[in-house]
């Protein structure tokens, strides 16, 4: 197995996600869905651009995903205030259950995947990880 940075994010990224759909074959979700509802748990009501940039989603692809939750019974769009050009989405009771599913097993997952990694070892690794998400999300030093 190699071990450089660039393989092991996408490797563990890649078998998380695989895992993670794995336990969530007993309901209706697809790609992309889960991280929507898990977003709408705290932030119901979220207008789309918020939740494409919170989910790190293009706003086309997100616009596919809605479509999608939406036929399922998931969510709802509503204009805020007469808005016709932002719509706001809303969970579905139907929604608001499976997000509770979600965070459960997101949080199992977690548990597992860390499991005999100290409390200190883990707090070490997400400050060292978050530091990382800030450095990719500057624009300076791209090719």
Same mark, same amino acid.
């Given at each position: 197995?190699?071990s450089s940075?660039?393989?092991l994010l996408?490797?563990?990224q890649?078998?998380?996600?695989?895992?993670f @759909?794995?336990?969530?074959?007993?309901?209706? &979700?697809?790609?992309?869905?889960?991280?929507?509802l898990?977003? *709408?748990? !705290? #932030?119901?009501?979220?207008a789309?651009?918020?939740?494409a940039?919170?989910?790190q989603?293009?706003?086309?692809?997100?616009?596919?995903?809605l479509?999608?939750?939406?036929q399922k019974?998931?969510i709802?769009?509503?204009m805020?205030?007469?808005?016709?050009?932002s719509f706001?989405? @809303?969970?579905?009771?139907?929604g608001?259950r &499976?997000?509770?599913?979600?965070?459960?097993?997101?949080?199992? *997952?977690? !548990? #597992?995947?860390l499991?005999?990694?100290?409390l200190q070892?883990r707090?070490?690794?997400?400050?060292?990880f978050e530091?990382?998400?800030e450095?990719?999300n500057h624009?300076?030093?791209?090719l």
């Open positions: 197995m190699e940075f660039h393989y996408m490797a563990n890649a078998r998380f996600q695989k895992k @759909f794995s336990l969530l074959a007993d309901t209706p &979700l697809t790609q992309g869905q889960p991280k929507v898990d977003y *709408l748990r !705290e #932030h119901d009501g979220a789309q651009k918020e939740i940039a919170a989910c989603i293009e706003p086309a692809s997100l616009t596919s995903i479509n999608g939750m939406e019974g998931l709802q769009r509503r805020q205030n007469g808005d016709r050009r706001h989405i @809303f969970m579905t009771p139907e608001r &499976l997000s509770e599913i979600i965070r459960e097993r997101f949080l199992w *997952l977690e !548990e #597992h995947t499991r005999g990694i100290s070892e707090q070490q690794f997400l400050a060292t530091k990382i998400f450095n990719l624009e300076e030093g791209s």
